[in-house]
């Protein structure tokens, strides 16, 4: 039994890192919204795609939401042609969920009911995940990120190893906030039930089988 377990954390694990694409990426296509929001954190693409899709016109604002860079992504959007007056702040988050915390009353300020999210391809599905947990009466959608989809590309900004830290996020995130990553809704009539499928057999091989230096060191990793 011990033998079979194992074997099936290989695979699973291996399926995992294999097809990340599929596991970690939320698109929602070409929809429009009443805000933008682009999530502090790892590079310039992040704001470079929100300034892509708001002069294409997915939205007449932007919440530039994450205490760390701020400055940084609010000047790449001011030079990618987003005027001063369509950007607006969150301050305070230094983590994914309370980039939701933090930005809900300010969207609800604004009277935003649609929403779409900017960030990187493999953070979009915690991303959707804590926002949607954090407001469900919000529709949010998901536009992210690609520069470092391809393959080829994941040796840019150690891509591997930022893929690797989500799935234990993912796994840290439902654990410690319940906030599930996957959520299948069905139609019922005029009304709909939110059925969600709890992964946590799935990131905790994964968290044990790839992660085995980081489980090491139990404090030394955040689950931002």
């Not at 949607?132 to 590309?153: C, G, K, N, V, W």
């Not at 796994?171 to 969600?196: D, E, K, M």
Request: glycine share 8%.
């Amino acid at each position: 039994m011990v033998g079979l377990l194992r074997a099936a954390a290989l695979v699973v694990s291996g399926i995992a890192f294999i097809f990340p694409h599929r596991l970690l990426t939320v698109e929602s296509g070409d929809v429009k919204a009443d805000t933008l929001i682009v999530l502090g954190g790892e590079t310039d693409e992040r704001p470079t795609r929100a300034a892509e899709l708001y002069k294409a016109g997915a939205a007449p604002i932007i919440l530039v939401s994450g205490s760390g860079d701020y400055d940084l992504n609010v000047q790449i959007l001011k030079q990618d042609g987003v005027p001063e007056t369509a950007i607006f702040r969150e301050l305070r988050s230094i983590s994914t969920l309370e980039n939701a915390k933090f930005s809900i009353p300010l969207l609800c300020h604004k009277g935003a009911r649609r929403v779409i999210i900017v960030t990187s391809w493999y953070h979009s599905r915690r991303a959707m995940a804590c926002f949607r947990h954090a407001a469900p009466d919000i529709e949010f959608y998901s536009r992210p990120a690609y520069r470092t989809y391809p393959r080829s590309e994941w040796g840019r900004l150690d891509t591997s190893g930022h893929i690797r830290a989500e799935y234990i996020k993912l796994f840290g995130y439902w654990v410690c906030y319940g906030v599930s990553p996957f959520q299948v809704v069905f139609s019922i009539g005029q009304g709909r039930v939110a059925a969600t499928l709890r992964a946590g057999v799935l990131f905790y091989i994964v968290l044990r089988s790839r992660s085995a230096r980081s489980m090491a060191r139990p404090m030394a990793w955040s689950i931002s």
